[in-house]
Every structure is written in structure tokens, then in C-alpha cells.
Nanobody
Framework: QVQLVESGGGSVQSGGSLRLSCAASGYTYSRYCMGWFRQAPGKEREGVATIAMDGSTTYADSVKGRFTISRDNAKRTVSLQMNSLKPEDTAMYYC?????????????????WGQGTQVTVSS
């Protein structure tokens, strides 16, 4: 069965960096778009970044220039490098598999999700 397992969350001060990783199994990883999403308490889940099978990327405006998504098809992993972190980046972060090979920042287009990893940024 499809499994997505995130790691790398933690607590950091404003301006710091964290790197999240997600290991995928149970499907043909290289054929699908992968995305990172986040959800803060009381807020809807929002798309942060996506990466297509050809490596093309999209980012939410709020993280452009600070976050970088990457994937390693051989290792079946997707990563999110987060720099210049701000308190408003505090959330539970999830990796997800898109239903299709194209990418979307809409959570409705993703059919499998990891359990999430907490990121907390203090001011």
C-alpha cells in the first residue's frame, strides 16, 4: 500500500532553517507529482510547494525565495529546504502524492498523505 513518511521537523528561531524529508513507498513514485502542505491550528490546509516528475516546481507566494522543494526518484524521496523561517511558518507539514502526473497546490488533488511533522518557529 502507499506510504508516505515525513521527518525533519522541529523547533527553530526566526531566521533559522529546517529541512523536511518524505520517503514514499507502495507505488510508481517517479510518475506522480509530489507536494508539501501545511496546516496551522484553526486554519485550512494550504499548499506550500509541488514538484513534478520532470523536476519542475511551483511555490506558494508566501514561501517563494525561502523554500526549495526537491526530489530524488531513485531514492523515492521528496525534500523541503526551508530557510529564513518566520513565526507564521509554524504549522504541521505534510507531504502528499498527487492523483495525477501534473501538479496542483490544491489539497483536493492529492490522494495520499503522510502523518505530518511539526515545525515551530519562535520569534
Amino acid at each position: 500500500q502507499v506510504q508516505l513518511v515525513e521527518s525533519g521537523g522541529g523547533s527553530v528561531q526566526s531566521g533559522g532553517s529546517l529541512r523536511l524529508s518524505c520517503a514514499a513507498s507502495g507505488y510508481t513514485y517517479s510518475r506522480y507529482c509530489m507536494g508539501w502542505f501545511r496546516q496551522a491550528p484553526g486554519k485550512e490546509r494550504e499548499g506550500v510547494a509541488t514538484i513534478a516528475m520532470d523536476g519542475s516546481t511551483t511555490y506558494a507566494d508566501s514561501v517563494k525565495g525561502r523554500f526549495t522543494i526537491s526530489r530524488d526518484n531513485a531514492k523515492r524521496t521528496v525534500s523541503l529546504q526551508m530557510n529564513s523561517l518566520k513565526p507564521e511558518d509554524t504549522a504541521m507539514y505534510y507531504c502528499a502524492k498527487e492523483r495525477n502526473y501534473w501538479c496542483s497546490l490544491s489539497a483536493h488533488e492529492y490522494d495520499y498523505w503522510g502523518q505530518g511533522t511539526q515545525v515551530t518557529v519562535s520569534s
